[in-house]
């Protein structure tokens, strides 16, 4: 039973135009929310969070959305640049109780020059 | 200022075989994570240790055993190697439970089983 979708395997974009990674939950009691990039042989990387209080959160050209409604969160990099090109994985967890972080199974964004 | 430290880097063993993997932090997290990533599967958490002390499973835990030896180390153990755990493992820890603290993770061990 996956917990945590990324239903989207690779995505190509242009230099200079909007990423946008999509991500989807079926726990209803997670809470907080994070998006890792991973390059070969390194281990992934954080990258931007949000909690379940906001529906918004932005780090400089990163932005992450969450619609606890849809029960969807997606993040935007813009604009996009080659050096972004990599695996993201979205998380998620409950901070009160099992302190579990569960992953996707990420999306491969390959930004062209 | 190492971060996640994970040994060994690589590893073959035969089916039947045993091992543990090694997994040390200098951030004085109090929580600290085992989880394997296999193609087309992600990441999948295999054991966890909110806090020094205690272990408690993940999604995937048959196969393994962990040791919180004290704050800084976690180590995961292989009693009897299969084919089916070759996978790359990342070790990961998190400041403290309870609250929003993201993961920090090691550069991971490549274990192959034959």
């Known amino acids: 039973d996956q917990q945590v979708k990324q239903n989207s395997p690779s995505l190509s974009v242009q230099e200079g135009r909007i990423s946008i990674l999509n991500c989807d939950y079926t726990n209803s009691m997670f809470d907080y929310f994070l998006w890792y990039k991973k390059y070969p042989a390194e281990g992934p990387t954080f990258l931007i969070s949000i909690s379940s209080i906001k529906d918004k959160n932005e780090d400089g050209r990163f932005t992450v959305f969450l619609n606890k409604s849809a029960k969807h969160l997606s993040l935007h990099i813009v604009p996009s640049q080659p050096g972004d090109s990599s695996v993201y994985f979205c998380?998620?967890?409950?901070?009160?109780?099992?302190?579990?972080?569960?992953f996707g199974t990420g999306t491969r964004l390959k930004v062209l020059a | 200022n190492a971060g996640v430290t994970q040994t060994p880097k690589f590893q073959v063993l035969k089916t039947g075989q045993s091992m543990t993997l090694q997994c040390a932090q200098d951030?004085?997290?109090?929580?600290m994570y085992w989880y394997r990533q296999d193609p087309g599967m992600g990441l999948r958490l295999i054991y966890y240790s909110a806090s020094e002390g205690t272990t408690d499973k993940g999604e995937v835990p048959n196969g393994y055993n962990v040791s919180r030896l004290n704050k800084r180390e976690f180590s995961l153990r292989l009693e009897s190697a299969a084919p089916s755990q070759t996978s790359v493992y990342f070790c990961?820890?998190?400041?403290?439970?309870?609250?929003?603290?993201?993961?920090?993770f090691g550069n991971g061990t490549r274990l192959t089983v034959t």
């Open positions: 951030m004085n997290h109090n929580s």
């Open positions: 998380a998620a967890s409950v901070t009160s109780g099992t302190y579990k972080y569960i």
């Open positions: 990961a820890s998190s400041e403290r439970t309870g609250r929003n603290s993201p993961l920090h």
